[in-house]
């Protein structure tokens, strides 16, 4: 049986990570070249955990599916990072921030986990400026901030439209200068297809060489996992296209528990769908919601162009509803708040399946050289995509599939019900509850790689007693054997279906009952059409090429064959979990204002899976406790 | 706006590294101007997948522009015939119905093939690993706001840092040239108080490994400027020559 | 002096010998340019001019400043040969597609090209002026008579038109490129030296092009 103990440590909100810290067993200087450590993921969690770890003394062996550690999906953020600097003295403090990401979260976070993540963020900040990240600055040579949704102050940091990248570029900076200096040995173009775990521990991983095909085998004393978000589930998101659950999902396979599945967030500011063939989704940035005004025409069905729907007919609907946030609310307000006007039939463009996000004040007020400035690579990906010129029509934006709150069950130190697999950033649960804000995703991926894991990491090695154990062992072979019969069985299917097809298939089931809006009757259909496209999968798939090649159609396979079980799994906690909270919406449970109703009595607790096998899962409850904050309905209005 | 095409694309398929590559003729039609050129990939994939046969290889990720895995030649134009765009983000719509389509890898003695379109950027990595990072560790830092860096210095360097390591440069260049690449590194760092502190060590270790490593030099043609899909500016390589300059004259190891 | 030699093998360094080699072939060719304007003046005007390089006191700075010069060249040949295989061997498999790129000029991608050319010129052009002038010169010939009979030959002439048009193509490139190589681009700054260039090598083709075209269609004396 297992027992879910955070680990929190007791005592005032302010002092537990700094008590713990002390608490913490260290690792003789000396000793620390003696332990080897595999980090999965190149992200920002991964990339600073690497590099840290490996400035420590750690010898440590770092895995990525791309050709470069630098192409990890956290490239793709955009607009933002949070940090409780309150430079603009506008009343921001780290209660502050920590206040708004629990609230925004809608209370199904660990308030000892999220007060962290707002203590360090702060030395985020001044790491990343070290590293020489240029930051968007004032004229007078300090840093600019910017707004982003749920907060009342202005506190994200930002480079340009560009965020994420000349995140992850200092990271990965940080990262090369590691590898330069032979402690971190970088195996790039390898997909970890399944973990190995000896006597309870969990001690390496096995991986698939994506050029050679072969399946390798790596060894070490402890695993960490900074693998992404599971959103491509979806088929359509604002993922990476190869961006996959399988490292999470085989290590819940082999006893990680995984938490929250079905906590997944809609952003609401995406380029709508226009075709069948389009294989993902373009995100524009919330930071955009700064400036841009959202709306739909009064009247449904008018299919008026914008320019010529008078100001009066227009329904600044976000603005109406909720007049001290306006349009910066949190992302799944909005996304529901868009949904709804699309639902009453009042949605714009050719689909009526989008809202616009509208400058023309903002460039009135400021100018089209301000705007450009701040949002320019934006509004040009967006003229690249859709044709048209934002900056003369309002965008058409729609909600879309972006980020997922769930993830692998860790405790306080970022370790998962497997001792020795730790789990960091999008892949893990842990701090952002049912909805997480804008501009805290990055926050965190670098909170948990440079200042969570080389404390709890250390303190893990200090704390355990290790076999020798190499990659030799018969628990690798083991795992080996397994992979090799698992490609086997994909390639020997040679049925009709590609795996697209399927994938696609799936995700149109997702998007409908476990996307933004659920009902137990919906759920209940995916999870028996899951059932069938698995089947389906089994029998019929088509994956050409072999296995001893370079096979994008393999890589792709594995990953579908394991979303068609975790896509089961999701909609069986969003099916279990009887109350609406942030991203998860149950439409049985709203209020009259029809927003999320949250039943404290009955669900104020973190949902974490058991596999026992395919379709079968034991859940596990662990109790949230708040003794700082009190949660209330949510209010933005 | 929205209309169908019909294409015939040349493709270069090429089995693995060392085997001879060569182009093979594929037809698409219907493909939608709004399509994605890599979703025009895609449906070919699919089509030839159903005829069981191996789809066409070639890297992406992010299908935004920023991740820098994607890149193909396309009619002998590294990412296509718009400006300031990568492969993922070119669209349809600027193809006209009944057009040939050439594709090809970038090719260089430093990026060998791996596979059709794919190909062996590590020779970046290891450049960037010589040098291109400011040397401190994680922790005890100063605060973010302790050094004031003017907005302008600040704009430079991140127009500089905004590559995205695709090699689209390396590709334009008729001489497979990595400048482009290179100097935005170091002009990005050698423009910040941050990164001026080892500028001169940078420089001359991210020069000499990109010589090892098989690229052309430069003659200034600009054409990695005119391909780059982030349009960094050749001005870059000028402050690049000027700092490995200031580094050969006043850096006091004699390397 | 080992530093010395590490750094200018690099690719960076093999840039700069080029830039600084070039500029001084630049300066160069401004000299030369302006000495032969005195064909203009007349026959005895260019003797003397050509007399008192070659026959005064000046005859030994003359050489040494010929031999620098002689240096220059070989420099800056030996640097551009060893460039241009460099950059041919960094690409062995050519695309099917010649590149068209829009902002790349002809100039720039032909350097090597018109550099082999002028090159060939050069040799013929020693060979005929500072050859014959020292070594080969029936006595009372003078330096304007050479000249003059060599332009005569509408063959010669051809040649050295197209020789020199090409020099100038090889500038137009050459002059901005070698502030750039040296690391002078400076966005306030740059289009005057793009400008200047041009303009530079436009007056050195002209130029160099108008004494063949003065004395075998003018009829020159
Ligand atoms: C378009 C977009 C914009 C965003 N904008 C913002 C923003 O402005 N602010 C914000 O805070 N957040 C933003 N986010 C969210 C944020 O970017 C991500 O949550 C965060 O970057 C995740 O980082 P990570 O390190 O956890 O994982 P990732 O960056 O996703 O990295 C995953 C790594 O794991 C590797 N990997 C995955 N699976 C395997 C495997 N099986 N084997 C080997 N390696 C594997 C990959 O190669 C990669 O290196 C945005 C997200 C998107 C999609
Ligand atoms: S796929 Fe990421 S830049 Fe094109």
Redesign the interface.
């Given at each position: 049986m297992i027992t879910l103990e955070s680990k929190a440590p007791a005592g005032k909100l302010q002092d537990k990570w700094t008590t713990h810290k002390f608490n913490m067993k260290l690792v003789n200087p000396a000793n620390k070249r003696k332990y080897d450590v595999i980090v999965v993921g190149t992200g920002l969690a991964g990339a600073s955990a690497s590099a840290t770890l490996a400035e420590l003394g750690y010898n440590v062996k770092t895995f990525c599916y791309q050709d470069s550690p630098r192409r990890a999906h956290s490239i793709a953020a955009q607009g933002g990072i949070n940090a409780a600097k309150n430079y603009q003295n506008d009343g921001d403090s780290i209660f502050r921030l920590f206040y708004d990401t629990i609230k925004g979260g809608d209370y199904r976070a660990r308030e000892a986990n999220v007060y962290r993540l707002a203590e360090v963020a702060n030395n985020i900040i001044d790491q990343c400026v070290a590293q020489g990240v240029p930051f968007a600055r004032e004229y007078g040579g300090l840093l600019d901030n910017r707004s982003f949704g749920g907060a009342q102050v202005s506190r994200t940091f930002y480079a340009r439209g560009q965020t994420g990248q000349q995140l992850l570029l200092g990271a990965y900076s940080a990262l090369n200068r590691q590898i330069g200096l032979g402690k971190v040995k970088m195996f790039p173009r390898r997909e970890m297809l399944d973990l190995v775990v000896v006597d309870g521990q969990a001690r390496g991983i096995v991986v698939r060489n994506l050029i050679t095909g072969e399946i390798e085998k790596y060894s070490a004393h402890a695993v960490v996992l900074a693998t992404g978000g599971y959103g491509n589930v979806y088929f359509l998101s604002t993922n990476a296209m190869n961006s996959n659950a399988t490292a999470v999902w085989r290590a819940h396979k082999k006893g990680a528990l995984f938490a929250n599945p079905c906590f997944t967030q809609i952003h609401p500011t995406c380029i709508p769908v226009h075709g069948e063939y389009q294989s993902k989704l373009t995100l524009m940035s919330e930071s955009l919601r700064n400036d841009g005004r959202v709306w739909v025409p009064k009247k449904a069905g008018d299919k008026r162009p914008a320019n010529q729907i008078p100001e009066a007919e227009r329904d600044y609907f976000l603005e109406r509803k909720y007049p001290s946030f306006g349009n910066l609310v949190p992302r799944d307000v909005a996304s529901r708040n868009a949904k709804e006007q699309c639902d009453a039939g009042k949605g714009v463009g050719d689909t009526g399946l989008a809202v616009y996000l509208d400058f023309a004040d903002a460039i009135k007020r400021l100018g089209r050289k301000a705007i450009d400035e701040k949002y320019g690579n934006l509004f040009q990906m967006y003229q690249m995509i859709t044709n048209e010129d934002p900056y003369e029509v309002p965008m058409r934006i729609y909600p879309a599939i972006h980020y997922t709150m769930g993830g692998l069950w860790v405790d306080y130190n970022l370790m998962s019900s497997i001792p020795g697999l730790f789990v960091l950033g999008e892949a893990n649960f842990s701090d952002h509850g049912a909805n997480r804000l804008g501009a805290s995703a990055l926050m965190q991926g670098l909170a948990d790689g440079y200042f969570v894991i080389p404390y709890t990491l250390g303190n893990y090695l200090a704390s355990n007693k290790f076999s020798q154990v190499s990659s030799d062992h018969a628990a690798f072979s083991d795992v080996e054997n397994g992979i090799r019969g698992f490609v086997e069985r994909l390639l020997s299917v040679k049925g009709n279906k590609t795996v697209d097809e399927i994938h696609r298939e799936l995700g149109k089931v997702m998007w409908s009952h476990v996307g933004m809006a659920r009902n137990a009757e919906g759920l209940k259909t995916a999870i028996t059409q899951i059932g069938k496209l698995r089947e389906e999968f089994w029998s019929n798939v088509n994956v050409t090429g072999s296995a001893g090649d370079l096979n994008q159609t393999l890589e792709r396979a594995g990953r579908v064959a394991d979303y068609l079980e975790l896509g089961e799994l999701m909609a069986r906690d969003a099916l279990h979990r009887n109350e609406s909270c942030g991203g998860h919406f149950r439409e049985e449970y709203q209020t009259e204002e029809n927003e999320a109703k949250r039943d404290d009595e009955n669900f104020s607790y973190v949902a974490a899976w058991e596999f026992n096998r395919v379709g079968d899962w034991t859940l596990h409850k662990e109790n949230l406790v708040f003794e700082n904050v009190k949660p209330s309905q949510r209010s933005y209005k | 706006?929205s209309g169908n095409l019909n294409l015939t694309l040349?493709i270069?398929r090429q089995a693995?590294r060392t085997s001879i590559g060569k182009?093979e003729t594929y037809k698409v039609s219907n493909i939608?101007t709004?399509?994605?050129f890599?979703?025009m990939l895609?449906?070919l994939n699919?089509e030839?997948?159903?005829k069981?046969?191996?789809?066409v290889?070639f890297?992406?990720?992010?299908?935004?522009?920023?991740?820098?895995?994607c890149g193909l030649?396309i009619?002998?134009?590294?990412h296509g015939p718009i400006k300031?765009?990568t492969t993922c983000?070119l669209?349809m719509?600027h193809f006209k119905d009944g057009d040939t389509i050439?594709i090809?890898p970038w090719?260089?003695?430093?990026f060998p093939v791996?596979?059709d379109l794919?190909v062996?950027?590590?020779a970046?990595?290891k450049i960037?690993?010589?040098?291109?990072?400011?040397?401190?560790?994680?922790?005890g830092?100063?605060?973010?706001?302790a050094?004031?860096?003017?907005?302008e210095i600040?704009?430079i360097?991140?127009d500089a840092?905004?590559c995205?390591?695709c090699g689209a440069c390396v590709a334009?260049c008729?001489?497979?040239?990595a400048m482009l690449f290179v100097s935005a590194k170091v002009s990005?760092?050698a423009h910040?108080p941050?990164?001026k502190v080892e500028r001169f060590e940078r420089v001359e270790a991210m020069?000499?490994v990109?010589?090892e490593l098989?690229?052309?030099?430069?003659?200034?043609?600009?054409?990695c400027?005119?391909?780059c899909p982030k349009e960094i500016s050749?001005?870059h390589?000028?402050?690049?020559?000027?700092?490995?300059?200031a580094a050969?004259l006043k850096a006091r190891n004699?390397? | 002096m080992g530093w010395v030699t590490r750094a200018i093998s690099s690719s960076l360094g093999k840039k700069y010998i080029m830039a600084l080699s070039g500029l001084f072939l630049v300066i160069y060719l401004v000299i030369h340019l302006f000495g032969n304007t005195f064909l203009y003046a007349g026959k005895d005007a260019f003797n003397l001019y050509v007399e008192t390089l070659t026959e005064s006191s000046l005859k030994p700075v003359i050489r040494v400043i010929e031999v620098v010069l002689l240096l220059g060249f070989l420099i800056h040949i030996y640097d551009g040969i060893r460039l241009t295989i460099g950059n041919w061997s960094a690409r062995p498999n050519r695309y099917a597609v010649k590149p068209a790129n829009p902002q790349s000029t002809a100039a720039s991608r032909t350097m090597w090209l018109t550099a082999s050319i002028v090159f060939f010129f050069l040799v013929v052009h020693l060979q005929q002026f500072w050859y014959t002038y020292h070594y080969g010169r029936i006595p009372g010939v003078t330096m304007y008579d050479i000249v003059v009979g060599t332009f005569r030959d509408p063959l010669y002439s051809l040649i050295y038109l197209i020789s020199v048009l090409l020099l100038g193509f090889h500038l137009y490139h050459g002059f901005q490129s070698s502030f750039q190589s040296l690391g002078l681009n400076h966005p306030k700054y740059r289009s005057l030296i793009v400008i200047f260039g041009r303009i530079y090598a436009v007056v050195i083709a002209v130029g160099f092009a108008s004494f063949p075209i003065y004395f075998y269609l003018m009829g020159g004396k």
């Amino acid at each position: 049986m297992i027992t879910l103990e955070s680990k929190a440590p007791a005592g005032k909100l302010q002092d537990k990570w700094t008590t713990h810290k002390f608490n913490m067993k260290l690792v003789n200087p000396a000793n620390k070249r003696k332990y080897d450590v595999i980090v999965v993921g190149t992200g920002l969690a991964g990339a600073s955990a690497s590099a840290t770890l490996a400035e420590l003394g750690y010898n440590v062996k770092t895995f990525c599916y791309q050709d470069s550690p630098r192409r990890a999906h956290s490239i793709a953020a955009q607009g933002g990072i949070n940090a409780a600097k309150n430079y603009q003295n506008d009343g921001d403090s780290i209660f502050r921030l920590f206040y708004d990401t629990i609230k925004g979260g809608d209370y199904r976070a660990r308030e000892a986990n999220v007060y962290r993540l707002a203590e360090v963020a702060n030395n985020i900040i001044d790491q990343c400026v070290a590293q020489g990240v240029p930051f968007a600055r004032e004229y007078g040579g300090l840093l600019d901030n910017r707004s982003f949704g749920g907060a009342q102050v202005s506190r994200t940091f930002y480079a340009r439209g560009q965020t994420g990248q000349q995140l992850l570029l200092g990271a990965y900076s940080a990262l090369n200068r590691q590898i330069g200096l032979g402690k971190v040995k970088m195996f790039p173009r390898r997909e970890m297809l399944d973990l190995v775990v000896v006597d309870g521990q969990a001690r390496g991983i096995v991986v698939r060489n994506l050029i050679t095909g072969e399946i390798e085998k790596y060894s070490a004393h402890a695993v960490v996992l900074a693998t992404g978000g599971y959103g491509n589930v979806y088929f359509l998101s604002t993922n990476a296209m190869n961006s996959n659950a399988t490292a999470v999902w085989r290590a819940h396979k082999k006893g990680a528990l995984f938490a929250n599945p079905c906590f997944t967030q809609i952003h609401p500011t995406c380029i709508p769908v226009h075709g069948e063939y389009q294989s993902k989704l373009t995100l524009m940035s919330e930071s955009l919601r700064n400036d841009g005004r959202v709306w739909v025409p009064k009247k449904a069905g008018d299919k008026r162009p914008a320019n010529q729907i008078p100001e009066a007919e227009r329904d600044y609907f976000l603005e109406r509803k909720y007049p001290s946030f306006g349009n910066l609310v949190p992302r799944d307000v909005a996304s529901r708040n868009a949904k709804e006007q699309c639902d009453a039939g009042k949605g714009v463009g050719d689909t009526g399946l989008a809202v616009y996000l509208d400058f023309a004040d903002a460039i009135k007020r400021l100018g089209r050289k301000a705007i450009d400035e701040k949002y320019g690579n934006l509004f040009q990906m967006y003229q690249m995509i859709t044709n048209e010129d934002p900056y003369e029509v309002p965008m058409r934006i729609y909600p879309a599939i972006h980020y997922t709150m769930g993830g692998l069950w860790v405790d306080y130190n970022l370790m998962s019900s497997i001792p020795g697999l730790f789990v960091l950033g999008e892949a893990n649960f842990s701090d952002h509850g049912a909805n997480r804000l804008g501009a805290s995703a990055l926050m965190q991926g670098l909170a948990d790689g440079y200042f969570v894991i080389p404390y709890t990491l250390g303190n893990y090695l200090a704390s355990n007693k290790f076999s020798q154990v190499s990659s030799d062992h018969a628990a690798f072979s083991d795992v080996e054997n397994g992979i090799r019969g698992f490609v086997e069985r994909l390639l020997s299917v040679k049925g009709n279906k590609t795996v697209d097809e399927i994938h696609r298939e799936l995700g149109k089931v997702m998007w409908s009952h476990v996307g933004m809006a659920r009902n137990a009757e919906g759920l209940k259909t995916a999870i028996t059409q899951i059932g069938k496209l698995r089947e389906e999968f089994w029998s019929n798939v088509n994956v050409t090429g072999s296995a001893g090649d370079l096979n994008q159609t393999l890589e792709r396979a594995g990953r579908v064959a394991d979303y068609l079980e975790l896509g089961e799994l999701m909609a069986r906690d969003a099916l279990h979990r009887n109350e609406s909270c942030g991203g998860h919406f149950r439409e049985e449970y709203q209020t009259e204002e029809n927003e999320a109703k949250r039943d404290d009595e009955n669900f104020s607790y973190v949902a974490a899976w058991e596999f026992n096998r395919v379709g079968d899962w034991t859940l596990h409850k662990e109790n949230l406790v708040f003794e700082n904050v009190k949660p209330s309905q949510r209010s933005y209005k | 706006m929205s209309g169908n095409l019909n294409l015939t694309l040349k493709i270069w398929r090429q089995a693995n590294r060392t085997s001879i590559g060569k182009f093979e003729t594929y037809k698409v039609s219907n493909i939608s101007t709004d399509a994605s050129f890599l979703e025009m990939l895609d449906i070919l994939n699919e089509e030839l997948q159903r005829k069981n046969q191996e789809p066409v290889a070639f890297d992406h990720d992010c299908r935004e522009g920023i991740c820098g895995a994607c890149g193909l030649v396309i009619n002998g134009r590294p990412h296509g015939p718009i400006k300031g765009t990568t492969t993922c983000q070119l669209h349809m719509r600027h193809f006209k119905d009944g057009d040939t389509i050439v594709i090809e890898p970038w090719r260089a003695k430093a990026f060998p093939v791996i596979k059709d379109l794919i190909v062996d950027r590590s020779a970046f990595e290891k450049i960037q690993q010589a040098g291109g990072f400011v040397s401190i560790n994680t922790g005890g830092v100063p605060d973010a706001n302790a050094i004031p860096i003017s907005k302008e210095i600040a704009n430079i360097a991140m127009d500089a840092a905004a590559c995205i390591g695709c090699g689209a440069c390396v590709a334009a260049c008729k001489n497979a040239s990595a400048m482009l690449f290179v100097s935005a590194k170091v002009s990005h760092l050698a423009h910040l108080p941050q990164g001026k502190v080892e500028r001169f060590e940078r420089v001359e270790a991210m020069v000499k490994v990109m010589d090892e490593l098989g690229f052309g030099s430069c003659t200034n043609t600009y054409a990695c400027e005119a391909e780059c899909p982030k349009e960094i500016s050749v001005r870059h390589i000028a402050k690049m020559n000027r700092e490995y300059f200031a580094a050969k004259l006043k850096a006091r190891n004699k390397d | 002096m080992g530093w010395v030699t590490r750094a200018i093998s690099s690719s960076l360094g093999k840039k700069y010998i080029m830039a600084l080699s070039g500029l001084f072939l630049v300066i160069y060719l401004v000299i030369h340019l302006f000495g032969n304007t005195f064909l203009y003046a007349g026959k005895d005007a260019f003797n003397l001019y050509v007399e008192t390089l070659t026959e005064s006191s000046l005859k030994p700075v003359i050489r040494v400043i010929e031999v620098v010069l002689l240096l220059g060249f070989l420099i800056h040949i030996y640097d551009g040969i060893r460039l241009t295989i460099g950059n041919w061997s960094a690409r062995p498999n050519r695309y099917a597609v010649k590149p068209a790129n829009p902002q790349s000029t002809a100039a720039s991608r032909t350097m090597w090209l018109t550099a082999s050319i002028v090159f060939f010129f050069l040799v013929v052009h020693l060979q005929q002026f500072w050859y014959t002038y020292h070594y080969g010169r029936i006595p009372g010939v003078t330096m304007y008579d050479i000249v003059v009979g060599t332009f005569r030959d509408p063959l010669y002439s051809l040649i050295y038109l197209i020789s020199v048009l090409l020099l100038g193509f090889h500038l137009y490139h050459g002059f901005q490129s070698s502030f750039q190589s040296l690391g002078l681009n400076h966005p306030k700054y740059r289009s005057l030296i793009v400008i200047f260039g041009r303009i530079y090598a436009v007056v050195i083709a002209v130029g160099f092009a108008s004494f063949p075209i003065y004395f075998y269609l003018m009829g020159g004396k």
